[in-house]
C-alpha cells in the first residue's frame, strides 16, 4: 500500500534520505524509529507529495506520488505530532469541514458526533471552540478525521507524543483496529515501547538512511533496545 | 468544484465566529453610507443654490419687465445707471441670465470636480475673463484631493479593508499549521487559496456593491431612472467590482510568494502607497510636464493690456460728456429708439475687443486643458486608482470633461447673447417687454452618453485586465509555494 523505492532526497548539499526503501502493506502497522532529524517527517512529507524526491519513488497503492499528488491523497490519512485546527470553531465543526474534505461528502452531523465519542472526546467538548481544547483532545479530533476518510492507508508523525499513558494506550488500541480492518498504518516515533506494542514491523532510521527493519514478535523487548541503542551509536 | 464550495463555507463560518468579516463589511457600510450623506449633502445644495438663482433670476426679470411697463407709460423715471430700456445695461448685468449645468443623477458618487469649478455663469455683454475665468486654473486636474465622498471611500479606503481581510490568506494557515492538515486531503493549493480568497471577495464587494446602489436607488431612485442614467449606475458597477476585484488579485500574487504575514503586511501597504499615493502624483508630474497648465497671470496680463489698448482706442467715446445725467429725458425714449451713452457703447466695444484678441489665448488655455485630459486618460492605465477615480467622477457628471463641455457650451451662449444686443447698443434701441421673451437662454446639453460609457467601460476593461495577469500569476507561482 505505501512504497519507498530507492528514495533520496537533497537539501542543497545536505542528505535527508538515501536511498530508503520500504513498504507497508494492508493490515500491517510499520513503526519507524529514530532520532530527531533522523529523516522520519521528510519520509512522510514524501508519501503526502509535499516533497519531491531527488531521486527514486514514492507510491501509494501501486501509484507514484510525484504525478498523481491529488489521487494518492485519497488513499491516504494523516495525523501530524500536532493536530492543528480552525481554533475559533468547535470540534464537531473542524470535523465536519476536514472530513468533507477529505471525502467529498458531508457526513450528518449526529454520524460526526458518534465518531468523536468514539475516540472518548466528551460529547459537551465536541461543541467547544477547539482554541480551549488540550493536546490530547485535538489529537483525538485529529484521529476522528483520518477514521472519517476511510482511508486505505494511515500516515502518523509522533502522534503520541506529549499523550498520557492512557491516552497514548487508546491510541496504539485504535491503530490496531484500523489495520485490523485492513488498514496500512506508517508510524514514526521515539517511543520504543509503544513500537513494540503496536508495530507489526520496526524499521529503524538514522541520518537519512533505513539501517534496520525487522519484526517485532522476533525481538523481546530488551532486544530492540539494544538493537535502536547499537544503531543509534555506530 | 467541491471542495472550492466547502472551502468557501467553511472561511464565511471561520470569519463569522472571529468576527472579522463582520467588522470589516460593518465599517465598510457605514463609511459608504457616511461618504453617500456627504455627497448627498453637496449635491442637494447645490441643486437648491442652482434653483434659488432661478428663482431670484425670474423675480429679477419680471421686476425689469414691470418697470419697463412702468417707465413707458410714465409712471416712473428711469434711473440713469439701471435703466432697463438701455440694452447696454440690460445685456451687461440687469438683465444677464444664468447659464447653469445641472447636475447629474449620480453626482453623490463623488463631488470630483464640482467644489473647484462653478457649474453656474451670469453670462453678460462683459468679455469672458470677467465672468468665466475668476477661478483657478493652475490644478485643473485635482485628483485625489481626500474629500470624503464614496468614490474617496472606495479608491482609497477599500483596499486597506481587502488588505485587513485577506493579506494573511496563505501564511495565516501556514503559521497556525493548518495548511498541512487540509493539504493532506485531495485539494490544491490553488483551489484552497481561490476558495480563501472568493469567501472574502463576495461578501466585501457584495456590500460594497450594495451600500454604493441602495442608498441611490432609496434617495436617487426618480432622478436615476428620469435622467436614464440607469446605465451610468451599472458601469460604475462594473468600475467598482473591477476595482475590487483588482485589489484581491493584488492581495492573492502577493501571498504566492508564501511570504510571512508580517511581510505580505508590509508588502501590500506599500503597494498601495505607491498605485494609490505616488502614481497619480507621478502622473500630474508627468502630465504638468508634457502640457503645461496655462498661467493664470498670463491670462489676467494679457487681460489687462488688452483692456487699455481698448480704453486707448475708444478714449473720445469714453470721454463724451454725461449730459444724459442732467437730461433725464434722454433716458426716456421715443419713436423706440433713445441715445445709448457713448461711454456704454465704448464699454461694450472694449469688451468685445478684449473677447476677440483674447480668444486665440483662450482657445490655447481650453485646448491646454482638453489635452492635459487626454493624458491623463491615456495614461490613467499606470494605476488602478486613476482609472477608477477618473471613471466614477466622469459617470457621476463632475469631471472635469463635463466641466470643459460646459464652459464651451457658455462661450456659444455668450456669442449668442451679444449678437442679440449689439445691434440695440449700437443703434439705441430700447429693450422692449416682448424682448425680454426672446432673450437668448441656455439649456445644457448633456454631451454624448455612449462616449462616456464606453470611455468608462474602457478604464474597467484595463482594470480587468490587470486583474487577470495578477491572477495568472499568482495561480502559477502558487504552484510552486513550499507548503512546509
Redesign the interface.
Known amino acids: 500500500m505505501l512504497k519507498a523505492n530507492s528514495l533520496t532526497k537533497n537539501f542543497n548539499s545536505n542528505i535527508a534520505l538515501n536511498s530508503v526503501s520500504l513498504s507497508v502493506s494492508q493490515g500491517e502497522i510499520y513503526c519507524l524509529l529514530g532520532a530527531n532529524g533522523a529523516g522520519k517527517t521528510t519520509l512522510i512529507?514524501h508519501f503526502?507529495g509535499?516533497?519531491k524526491p531527488t531521486s527514486g519513488e514514492v507510491l501509494v497503492n501501486g501509484k507514484c506520488v510525484t504525478s498523481n499528488?491529488?489521487?494518492t491523497?485519497?488513499d491516504?490519512?494523516?495525523i501530524?505530532e500536532?493536530?492543528?485546527?480552525?481554533?475559533?470553531?468547535t470540534g464537531l465543526?473542524n470535523l465536519e469541514?476536514?472530513s468533507?474534505?477529505?471525502t467529498?461528502r458531508?457526513k450528518p452531523r449526529d454520524v460526526l458526533r458518534k465518531l468523536l465519542a468514539d475516540v472518548g472526546l466528551p460529547a459537551e467538548a465536541a461543541e467547544r471552540?477547539v482554541a480551549t481544547y488540550s493536546k490530547g483532545m485535538r489529537q483525538k479530533v485529529?484521529i476522528t478525521?483520518a477514521m472519517a476518510?476511510n482511508a486505505k492507508a494511515l500516515?502518523l508523525d509522533e502522534p503520541t507524543s506529549g499523550l498520557d499513558p492512557k491516552a497514548a494506550n487508546e491510541f496504539s488500541r485504535l491503530l490496531k483496529t484500523a489495520s485490523e480492518n485492513g488498514v496500512a498504518v506508517f508510524t514514526t516515533t521515539h517511543d520504543l515501547f509503544h513500537a513494540k506494542e503496536t508495530g507489526n514491523r520496526i524499521g529503524i532510521m538514522r541520518s537519512g538512511s533505513l539501517l534496520a527493519e525487522f519484526n517485532s514478535d522476533d525481538v523481546s523487548h530488551a532486544d530492540m533496545e539494544s538493537i535502536y541503542l547499537k544503531n543509534m551509536r555506530d | 468544484m467541491?471542495?472550492f464550495s466547502?472551502?468557501l463555507r467553511?472561511e464565511w463560518?471561520?470569519m463569522i465566529?472571529?468576527k472579522s468579516l463582520i467588522l470589516v463589511c460593518t465599517l465598510l457600510t457605514l463609511l459608504l453610507s457616511y461618504g453617500f450623506f456627504i455627497g448627498l449633502s453637496e449635491a442637494v445644495s447645490r441643486d437648491e443654490r442652482v434653483r434659488e438663482l432661478v428663482s431670484q433670476q425670474e423675480r429679477g426679470q419680471s421686476g425689469i419687465v414691470e418697470q419697463i411697463q412702468r417707465i413707458v407709460s410714465g409712471h416712473e423715471k428711469p434711473d440713469v445707471f439701471a435703466n432697463p430700456l438701455n440694452p447696454a445695461l440690460v445685456g451687461s448685468g440687469l438683465g444677464s441670465l444664468y447659464a447653469i449645468m445641472h447636475s447629474g443623477a449620480l453626482s453623490p458618487l463623488a463631488l470630483g470636480q464640482s467644489d473647484l469649478l462653478p457649474d453656474h455663469y451670469r453670462v453678460s455683454t462683459r468679455n469672458k475673463t470677467t465672468f468665466m475665468y475668476q477661478t483657478e486654473n493652475e490644478s485643473p486636474w485635482n485628483l485625489l484631493t481626500g474629500r470624503f465622498d464614496p468614490v474617496f471611500v472606495l479608491v482609497y479606503l477599500l483596499p486597506l479593508f481587502i488588505f485587513a481581510i485577506s493579506y494573511n490568506l496563505l501564511s495565516s494557515e501556514k503559521e497556525?499549521?493548518?495548511l498541512?492538515?487540509?493539504?493532506?486531503?485531495?485539494?490544491?493549493l490553488q483551489t484552497l487559496m481561490f476558495g480563501k480568497l472568493f469567501a472574502r471577495l463576495v461578501p466585501v464587494l457584495g456590500v460594497t456593491i450594495l451600500a454604493v446602489i441602495v442608498p441611490f436607488l432609496i434617495l436617487r431612485g426618480d432622478a436615476v431612472m428620469v435622467s436614464g442614467q440607469l446605465p451610468h449606475l451599472v458601469v460604475a458597477i462594473i468600475i467598482i467590482g473591477a476595482y475590487g476585484f483588482f485589489w484581491f488579485a493584488v492581495t492573492l500574487f502577493v501571498n504566492s510568494f508564501g511570504f510571512s504575514s508580517a511581510s505580505n503586511a508590509l508588502i501590500l501597504v506599500g503597494t498601495w502607497v505607491f498605485l494609490v499615493l505616488v502614481a497619480p502624483v507621478l502622473l500630474n508630474v508627468f502630465v504638468s510636464r508634457m502640457s503645461p497648465a496655462p498661467s493664470r497671470i498670463e491670462l489676467a496680463t494679457e487681460t489687462r493690456l488688452i483692456t487699455i489698448d481698448g480704453l486707448n482706442r475708444y478714449h473720445e467715446l469714453l470721454s463724451s460728456d454725461y449730459r444724459h445725467i442732467k437730461d433725464s429725458s434722454m433716458l426716456v425714449p421715443s419713436d423706440g429708439k433713445f441715445e445709448v451713452p457713448e461711454r456704454l457703447q465704448a464699454f461694450y466695444l472694449i469688451n468685445k475687443a478684449v473677447d476677440e484678441k483674447i480668444e486665440t489665448l483662450l482657445g490655447d488655455f481650453e485646448s491646454r486643458l482638453r489635452a492635459q485630459q487626454d493624458l491623463v486618460e491615456r495614461f490613467g492605465f499606470v494605476s488602478p486608482s486613476v482609472l477608477t477615480y477618473e471613471g466614477l467622477v466622469s459617470l457621476a457628471g463632475t469631471g472635469t470633461r463635463r466641466y470643459q463641455d460646459f464652459k464651451q457650451q457658455v462661450n456659444d451662449y455668450h456669442r449668442e447673447w451679444k449678437e442679440f444686443f449689439e445691434p440695440r447698443i449700437m443703434s439705441g434701441q430700447i429693450v422692449t417687454v416682448a424682448d425680454f421673451e426672446k432673450l437668448p437662454r441656455f439649456t445644457w446639453q448633456e454631451p454624448d452618453v455612449s462616449i462616456l460609457l464606453a470611455g468608462s467601460l474602457a478604464k474597467a476593461l484595463q482594470i480587468f485586465l490587470a486583474t487577470v495577469v495578477l491572477f495568472a500569476l499568482g495561480f502559477m507561482r502558487l504552484a510552486k509555494v513550499d507548503?512546509?
Not at chain 1, 500536532?82 to 470553531?89: S, T
Not at chain 2, 498541512?180 to 490544491?188: A, E, G
Request: a positive charge.
Open positions: 512529507n503526502l509535499f516533497l499528488p491529488l489521487d491523497k485519497r491516504i490519512a494523516y501530524p500536532n493536530v492543528m485546527l480552525y481554533g475559533v470553531l465543526e469541514y476536514f468533507a474534505l477529505a467529498g458531508k471552540r485529529g478525521i476518510k500516515l | 467541491k471542495s466547502l472551502i467553511n463560518r471561520i465566529a472571529d497556525q499549521g493548518t498541512r492538515m487540509q493539504l493532506s486531503h485531495p485539494v490544491t507548503v512546509l
